[in-house]
């Protein structure tokens, strides 16, 4: 006679194990999940990649289509687990999906177009063509604020993103978007028209992942413990800084800044980059980046101390780069590509990636024997030399007697070098999440133009700009 097995179905933790795959949904966006030539990227991809990793498991994403796909996809059989898409945690949702602890606190911001009065209270929105992509929190807040104004209209969109959205304001296509305030921070630097009119009373809010209702809970109690430890731990801090940082490190006008001359000056140097990353080996956008924070994109800036053009090429670099004409962008985006690429190869093999790429930047600005000296103080200090993370709080110490006379190369600016190095690696990140940017066949810079006085000082520093209007 058989017996019955009375063998206790495996938990939903135990199933992921079993198959060692995390199946994770997300939304195809800069502040969520991105793909470019170099992998995946975004806020939400490295968070549940390092959850992944936590368990001992493969990462698999997927991408919605909509905000009802995604949720609707956490009950389907075989179906994603997780969802990890910048959702924020809302009662309606709540009745749908089981939430995890927050990680991220947002708010609410209404946004309008430069140029237009902006609207100043809630009241004020009525008449306006307000848009906000379906399901949406931002719809939600909408829904209730039309109990209190029933003459409040708005449109909600099932296809579009938030860039689409802001897209559209910025082309006044829209009068007005409602976007959570981190979406607003990565994507601000595309939209130089794009402005916060005002926050919603009560919209502050927190992000969570999500969670179906197959799940046993013991998924749900894995994360937690997961997002709770990321906090101390400072994973999330980091994730942060890196995706939602820039007004932090550029300032709101460099944002606005930047923003507009993506739109006017890059495609007049674009092809010029790209010609330049395949000849040396180089991310083109890299190399964009460090264009952008020598001269912000501007082929005749020249520094007191005359270091010039685009790239900012002193004379002897010039020379031993083989430029003729430190002004003729083609030239300097050339030159100065060829020696970053010659900087990033002479460095210590021990020195690997990505920590090789932030050394070489710094050697760009500051000189390799400057570097070497710093490198040299973080040994001495007992910390690694090869990590950029170990190295970077020392620069500072080049400008100071009491440690710049124990170096080799003696004093120089580091502090600005660590601005420097910081500034280019937020544009890359922001260049490296604009997978649509155009490509244009750049015409040759404007030589009618008068040359730009700067005050930079020796290769390295950071190059003050007095700007030319587009």
């Known amino acids: 006679m058989g017996l019955l097995s009375t063998s206790k179905p495996l938990s939903t933790l135990e199933q992921i194990h079993r198959s060692g795959v995390l199946s994770v949904i997300s939304r195809n966006s800069p502040s969520t999940w991105f793909q470019d030539q170099d992998g995946d990227h975004g806020f939400e991809y490295e968070l549940a990649k390092a959850f992944a990793e936590h368990l001992g498991v493969r990462l698999s994403m997927q991408s919605a289509g909509n905000l009802q796909q995604l949720l609707d996809s956490l009950d389907r059989a075989n179906g994603p687990m997780l969802a990890a898409a910048g959702l924020v945690i809302s009662e309606p949702r709540q009745a749908r999906v089981r939430f995890s602890v927050p990680y991220l606190p947002i708010s609410t911001q209404v946004v309008y177009r430069r140029g237009d009065a902006p609207p100043k209270r809630p009241e004020d929105l009525p008449g306006k063509r307000i848009g906000v992509i379906q399901n949406s929190h931002q719809a939600e807040r909408l829904s209730v604020l039309q109990e209190q104004l029933p003459n409040l209209s708005f449109e909600q969109f099932t296809a579009l993103e938030v860039g689409d959205l802001l897209r559209m304001v910025d082309e006044g296509q829209l009068d007005l978007t409602l976007v959570s305030s981190n979406s607003l921070a990565i994507h601000q630097v595309y939209f130089p028209k794009v402005r916060v009119a005002f926050e919603l009373e009560g919209g502050d809010g927190q992000l969570g992942w999500a969670v179906g209702n197959r799940d046993d809970g013991s998924l749900l109690a894995a994360v937690n413990q997961f997002l709770q430890q990321a906090e101390a731990n400072g994973l999330l801090e980091k994730l942060k800084n890196r995706y939602f940082g820039h007004i932090d490190v550029l300032g709101y006008v460099g944002a606005l800044r930047f923003a507009r001359h993506l739109e006017q000056r890059l495609p007049r140097y674009q092809a010029y980059f790209r010609k330049a990353g395949e000849q040396t080996g180089l991310d083109w956008r890299l190399l964009a980046a460090v264009g952008y924070q020598e001269s912000l994109w501007q082929p005749e800036a020249t520094s007191k101390t005359g270091v010039r053009g685009l790239m900012?090429?002193?004379?002897?670099?010039?020379?031993?780069?083989?430029?003729?004409?430190?002004?003729?962008?083609?030239?300097?985006?050339?030159?100065?590509?060829?020696?970053?690429?010659?900087?990033?190869?002479?460095?210590?093999?021990?020195?690997?990636?990505?920590?090789?790429?932030?050394?070489?930047?710094?050697?760009?600005?500051?000189?390799?024997?400057?570097?070497?000296?710093?490198?040299?103080?973080?040994?001495?200090?007992?910390?690694?030399?090869?990590?950029?993370?170990?190295?970077?709080?020392?620069?500072?110490?080049?400008?100071?007697?009491?440690?710049?006379?124990?170096?080799?190369?003696?004093?120089?600016?580091?502090?600005?070098?660590?601005?420097?190095?910081?500034?280019?690696?937020?544009?890359?990140?922001?260049?490296?999440?604009?997978?649509?940017?155009?490509?244009?066949?750049?015409?040759?810079?404007?030589?009618?133009?008068?040359?730009?006085e700067t005050q930079g000082g020796e290769k390295g520093g950071e190059t003050q700009l007095s700007e030319q209007q587009d």
């Open 312 to 452: 900012m090429l002193t004379l002897n670099t010039a020379e031993e780069m083989g430029v003729v004409n430190r002004l003729n962008a083609a030239q300097s985006i050339k030159g100065g590509s060829q020696y970053l690429a010659q900087i990033k190869s002479r460095l210590p093999p021990s020195i690997e990636e990505p920590d090789r790429t932030w050394f070489a930047l710094a050697a760009y600005n500051i000189g390799l024997g400057h570097l070497e000296d710093v490198r040299t103080l973080a040994q001495d200090e007992g910390l690694n030399p090869n990590l950029w993370a170990e190295v970077r709080p020392l620069l500072p110490r080049l400008s100071q007697k009491q440690w710049y006379q124990k170096t080799r190369y003696g004093s120089a600016r580091g502090g600005e070098t660590l601005h420097f190095v910081r500034s280019v690696r937020r544009y890359y990140d922001i260049l490296r999440w604009m997978n649509d940017a155009p490509v244009q066949s750049p015409p040759l810079p404007n030589n009618d133009e008068p040359p730009i």
